[in-house]
């Protein structure tokens, strides 16, 4: 992809950024409705061992970044199901448990080629080209899992008594919702990181929920703040010299102050 459109290393990481920034306001769409942050924020760091592990052995960070992250999603569905436990104590426990296992993994192998903030802030500047096409593919299954299932993944989010009493099923539904979100994570975590991922996901979804109501705007605009913030981490990093992943994490922790503060001045004005 890279060599056909004759791109050099910063244009390569325009066009990540660009997938990335919309992957990721479509997925955060779905975590804010669904009310999966915190789920999502424990994925993040589910992730960081499977990546250390990968380097260890010497495959793809995406592949054990996953494989650990299904463990894990496991272990905390199997948490959830316990007398008395709930998702946020499940989430909890795998979010500090897999931070922790990660440290150790790294203490043990101190010599590995792959430096720490590769696994916690990415690195979008050296995506391999494999990393990139699987995120086109992703962006683009997403894109066909709205079309194809939009209806249904809107009404359960909104209405999940309802959406059972209409008899669908709300366990299916459930699964591509995690599934499109443990992708997203997994496959982000080569350009921006297992801890920066949940500022790209939550932050542009939060922001567009801030400055509209409809879904259907909700996604428009989470998808352009999620490339906005993107590109302009990468501007920034490039003209400041500061690291991509934190810039493009701070831009979108920019874009919601602002949407927040434009919310605000609507509702002073509305009062008034």
Avoid at 72 to 99: D, P
Wanted: aromatic share 8%; with cysteine.
């Amino acid at each position: 992809m890279i060599e056909a459109l004759g791109l050099d290393y910063f244009g390569a990481a325009v066009l990540a950024g660009v997938i990335v920034g919309a992957l990721c306001g479509l997925v955060g769409v779905l975590v804010l409705l669904r009310r999966r942050a915190f789920y999502t924020v424990a994925l993040t760091h589910a992730t960081f061992p499977g990546g250390v592990a990968a380097a260890v052995l010497g495959v793809n960070i995406s592949i054990g970044a996953g494989v650990f992250g299904l463990v894990l999603v496991g272990l905390m569905t199997w948490l959830t199901s316990i007398r008395r436990q709930g998702e946020q104590v499940a989430a909890g426990v795998v979010l500090s448990f897999g931070y922790a296992l990660g440290q150790v993994l790294l203490s043990l192998n101190t010599n590995l080629p792959v430096k720490v903030d590769t696994f916690l802030a990415g690195s979008i500047l050296a995506i391999p080209r494999e990393n990139l096409l699987a995120l086109a593919v992703l962006l683009a299954a997403v894109g066909v899992c709205y079309a194809a299932f939009g209806k249904e993944l809107l009404f359960s989010s909104f209405d999940r008594r309802g959406f059972r009493a209409a008899g669908y099923s709300e366990e299916l539904v459930d699964l591509l919702a995690l599934g499109l979100i443990t992708l997203t994570v997994v496959l982000a975590m080569p350009a921006i990181g297992s801890i920066l991922a949940i500022a790209m996901i939550a932050a542009p979804a939060a922001a567009a929920r801030k400055l509209v109501k409809r879904v259907g705007w909700m996604l428009i605009l989470a998808v352009v703040f999620g490339v906005l913030a993107a590109v302009a981490g990468l501007v920034v990093s490039r003209e400041w010299g500061v690291a991509a992943g934190g810039a493009m994490a701070l831009a979108a922790a920019l874009i919601y102050v602002l949407a927040s503060g434009v919310d605000a001045a609507r509702r002073l004005v509305h009062t008034r």
